[in-house]
């Protein structure tokens, strides 16, 4: 940034600068036009069929998807996948397209670009493969960009830091000069029937820190799930959304419900994941701890899982409740 780009201003004309300007729209749920962050999960947990659903419906100039708004406008969108080749993806996109009337598939045809031929590898941390993605990106006159997958874009140890700050900086970099929203399919480890976190997505935190909006895609008991991990420009939702896929791999919503009630293990048993830290947590104390407070530290449980966490230590006899509010450790 050179000197004439930085300027030094005070708060009340920091927020009249503001006030003048539009308003930055959500696109989907908590992305932001022009943000960059992630929708990811485990293998094999519907994250690319999610995604092209989502560009369908963007490019269809659809108003809601999976019972939330999509606020479009002209928006042209690109679908660069990098971890399939073109027939598979013709394939799903023929199946897919079988669900649109005539007016939905020309909207999509005209709005949505994808691949046909491409490289499976690029390492943008290198100028060469950089400039091959800034420019692919900028002909294809997208606003919305979504890249399947992360891992595709580098050749290095995510998990080390110094390394993911070059990665991010070179995508962030390409966002900022093409003035794109860029979602990136990224990857976790398997869960095993455990809750998908900030935590869980794979590399280094920084990734997190640095992501704008975190959508996790879990598969558990045979259902597939969202839900909101973080969003820097808005609110995650409680309940996650159950979907599954269809025959001819579109999306269709289910039900919203609270994550706890998928994490089973195989043999039907709860799984005692969360039980078993909040117990923790209450046993490092001394005397009762307050609602509040367990709700504070576990605040990425969210509120509602927390809650019936605690109902099921009591029942158990693990916990005990003196006062309305206060939680302490059977003696």
Known sequence: MSSQERKITSPLKLIKQVEKEPPIPLLWRGIKQGSFGFIY?????GKTILCENLAYHIAARHTQFLGTALNISDEKVLFLSLEEYYQRRGERLKKAFKTFGNKDRKAIDKNLK????YPQYLNITKAKSRQHLYTDIKKSGAQIVFIDSLSRLYMGEIENSKFAIELLKELNEIKEELG???ILIHHTPKLNGRPI???SL???RILAQEAEFMIGVNKTIGKRYIKDIAYRYAPEKEKVLVFKITENLTIELIENIPEFHLLKKEDGRIDSTNRDKILEYIKRKEGPVKTAEIKEHFSKMGGTTVQESLKKLIKNGRLKKP???LYNIPE
């Open 202 to 204: 794979a590399g280094s």
């Open 41 to 45: 999960g485990p293998p094999k947990t």
């Open 323 to 325: 006062k309305r509010g």
């Open 180 to 182: 794109i929203t860029l």
């Open 197 to 199: 976190t900030i935590d």
């Open 114 to 117: 994808v691949l046909e031929k």
